[in-house]
């Protein structure tokens, strides 16, 4: 008589290959082993449940188990989920199955999904970025350094007319891109396809009297029909650019809008990120969003600053962005291996509380590839937005240059005034 096996979907010598692998960290329910735990969670996001069905002990349904195969003492532990399970270009099938249910089961006191590497199967079902890195710098020809960029301020309550007004200024100081805030859909105070054509016009008066390139990340965040409807007349007027909600518009929204008849680039806000990731000990992490987005197909998206405003430390972050903008991410400690193969790599950007004085520090931690995006550091320059967005391309201009800021700033006024109030 063969013996039951104790932990039925745990198989430490089991090598993955045609499987999505998932890292998480795990700590056990009261009274609960954490072999006990991981065994439950892998159960319940694939063929088992709480309790003997005469369906689950069928040949066929067995080989497509979860398998637990790495569990380490401090909680981190590895399950793979045949390919089978999914449908391979669903994300909302996927996330249902590896961050559904076991969030909220008693047999886990928390658990964070860390990081998810996806098989060869499910990457080809997805077309990625249709830009990526390179792509955004050919439509705004910028080649070596990183984008400048600002959010109109106040996030809300403007009017077009100041709306359009305030991107201008921003793009005539320097500013490369210059977005909605996360909030401004189509209130009353500012319609949405007044707005577009207002600031679109901007952002050509700009062009023609820099000579450089300018974008305008319209926030097209709706419910799915109207977001479509809106996204067609970005393009439709000439923009280059849309910006979405991805968090609250639903991984469903995304893709409908990436698989759209667009030529768009598509910017990421990801407002209520935290909600998932700010738990150090629960929930899904920053690094598995950016993942979805990059599989969909965003163009850029916020990783977050490492600085400024918002939480966030900056080794977690530069592993964000590695895993998002190369092709052959190798694994961590806190980071799984992937091979992109044809995803293109997404932008990352940096947004939150910045300011021309943090730009050294993000583009010694972050490199050039990064969209720096301040708000309150331009808007809120004693000179006005165009003094700011020229103080945060003086900035960059110095590091580039290899000056300090304090160096560079002696010949920059702009910059100066910077330095004396925020630094």
């Known amino acids: 008589m063969v013996k039951k096996k104790e932990f039925e ?51 066929y349904v067995e080989k497509l188990q979860a398998k637990v195969f790495s569990i380490k003492r401090s909680g981190w532990v590895k399950i793979a989920y045949p390919q089978e399970l999914f449908e391979y270009d669903n994300v909302p099938n996927i996330l249902s199955s590896i961050a559904g249910n076991i969030m909220g089961m008693k047999a886990v006191k928390v658990i964070r999904l860390e990081d998810v590497s996806f098989p060869k199967s499910i990457l080809k079902s997805f077309k990625g970025p249709r830009y990526g890195i390179k792509g955004v710098r050919r439509i705004l020809k910028v080649k070596n350094r990183p984008l400048v960029g600002t959010i109109v301020k106040p996030k809300l309550g403007l009017n077009v007319k100041h709306h359009a007004e305030s991107a201008y200024q921003a793009w005539k100081g320097g500013c490369d891109i210059v977005k909605d805030d996360e909030n401004l859909a189509s209130q009353r105070f500012n319609v949405f396809e007044k707005r577009l054509a207002k600031t679109l016009e901007m952002a050509d008066k700009a062009e023609s009297e820099t000579g450089e390139k300018k974008g305008y990340l319209i926030n097209v965040t709706a419910e799915t029909k109207e977001m479509m409807k809106r996204a067609q007349l970005v393009e439709k007027m000439g923009g280059k650019y849309v910006m979405i909600d991805i968090i609250t518009s639903g991984w469903a929204a995304l893709q409908t809008l990436r698989e759209g008849n667009f030529k768009l680039a598509l910017h990421a806000h990801r407002a209520m990120h935290a909600a998932f990731d700010r738990n150090p000990e629960h929930g899904v992490s920053m690094m598995v969003l950016a993942d979805f987005a990059r599989l969909i197909g965003v163009d850029q998206i916020h990783i977050g600053t490492g600085i400024g405003k918002l939480e966030g430390k900056i080794k977690q972050i530069i592993e964000i962005e590695e895993d998002i903008e190369k092709y052959k991410v190798k694994e961590t400690h806190h980071r799984l291996a992937q091979n992109w193969r044809k995803i293109k790599p997404t932008l990352g950007v ?65 910059l100066e005034e910077a330095l004396e109030q925020w630094v």
């Open 9 to 59: 979907f745990i198989d430490l010598r089991y090598k993955p290959k045609n499987d999505l692998i998932c890292l998480f960290k795990v700590t056990p329910g009261k009274g609960l082993s954490l072999k006990k735990a991981v065994n439950t969670v892998a159960l319940e996001s694939s063929t088992g449940t709480w309790t003997k069905v005469a369906g689950s002990k069928l040949d």
């Open 350 to 414: 940096s947004s939150g509380g910045l300011h021309p004085g943090h730009v050294p520090f993000l583009m010694k931690h972050l490199g050039k590839d990064i969209a720096i995006q301040a708000g309150g550091g331009i808007h809120g320059h004693k000179f006005g937005t165009e003094a700011g967005s020229i103080a945060m391309r003086q900035a960059v201009d110095a590091v580039l240059k290899k000056k300090s800021l304090k160096e560079y700033a002696k010949n920059h006024v702009e």
